[in-house]
């Protein structure tokens, strides 16, 4: 039981020392309110403060369109990874081709599954210097085509070229990379010129064809992207028997509206031309044409003498 009269029905929950529970938001009951904006870190408006709880953090500033005219151009998209796509699928396709060749060839005069001496078969040679080998200079190659040079179909083509010479420098790092660890591991057998040949000579001998070849890849790729896209809506019909014409092919009507008649005037004021330039010019204070009938003088008197 509680007494209407006691004080301490008064001294709310600060006085009482009890915690005041926090309002519930507009989510429902003892949810948190959404962020201002209905995004994470929203501003809020203009003369209102955040309430307590609700982090609030400044918009970011939106990022500058790249130059298309640069060398470098930073941030990943869609477009970019097609395009980097198609200019080292291409160089790897090339590559398949060419070594596909000259297997057939040497499979004419040795088998291609023998083995002779220490040396793997001619199909193991096959896949080591088609795949293995310039692996790393395919996915340098790709990654700067996709993230740091790559080929716009906004840029010019002199640009793109640029590009794809960056993009071969970057796989022929990616290949002298390799070849450090590579040559410390022969170096313990064969000497300091191990290292040399697989950190210089090698990345060397394979990049500069690469990156020949990849500026005629990056170009097909830069022709590919900036080609016009088809049409896939539905083909026109119009011209087509049993279809319905347009509206705006319906031609003009024929039958032109007569001249506008004389009206007549209220009040006995006589025949009047209507007034083209305004609502109650014809109808008020307009005089007749020469040509009609003048009205008599004394509308209410007799006959006119003749």
């Known amino acids: 039981m509680t007494n209407p009269g006691d004080p301490q029905q008064d001294r709310g929950y600060y006085g009482a020392g009890w915690q005041q529970p926090a309002p519930p938001g507009p989510g429902g009951a003892g949810g948190s309110a959404p962020p201002y904006g209905g995004q994470p870190g929203g501003q809020p408006p203009h003369g209102f403060q955040p309430a307590a709880g609700v982090p609030y953090a400044p918009p970011r500033p939106s990022r500058a369109p790249a130059d298309p005219r640069r060398a470098f151009a930073p941030g ?8 980097a796509l198609i200019a080292v699928v291409s160089l790897v396709l090339v590559e398949f081709v060419s070594g596909i060749v000259g297997l057939i060839g040497t499979s004419l005069v040795v088998s291609p599954f023998a083995h002779y001496g220490a040396g793997a078969s001619l199909v193991g040679s096959f896949i080591a210097s088609v795949f293995l080998a310039p692996f790393p200079f395919y996915a340098g190659a790709f990654l700067a085509l996709a993230f740091l040079t ?9 640009t793109v070229l640029l590009r794809a010479v960056l993009a071969g420098a970057a796989g022929t790092i990616a290949l002298a990379l390799v070849g450090v660890f590579t040559g410390a591991f022969g170096a313990i057998t064969s000497g300091g010129s ?3 040949i697989d950190v210089v000579t090698n990345p060397l001998r394979n990049g500069v064809p690469f990156t020949v070849m990849l500026l005629a890849s990056a170009t097909a790729a830069w022709l590919w992207l900036g080609r016009p896209r088809r049409n896939r809506g539905p083909a026109p019909t119009s011209g087509l028997p049993g279809t319905v014409r347009p509206a705006d092919a319906v031609p003009p009507a024929t039958v032109q509206p007569g001249p506008q008649q004389p009206q007549q005037g209220p009040y006995g004021q006589g025949l009047v031309q209507p007034d083209p330039h305004g609502q109650y010019g014809g109808q008020y204070g307009a005089q007749p ?6 009205p008599p003088a004394a509308p209410w008197g007799g006959p006119a003498p003749r």
């Open 76 to 83: 990943a998209s869609v477009n970019n990874t097609a395009g």
């Open 150 to 158: 790559p080929i716009a179909r906004r840029s010019p083509l002199p």
């Open 194 to 196: 191990r290292l040399v």
């Open 289 to 294: 044409r020469p040509d009609q009938q003048q």
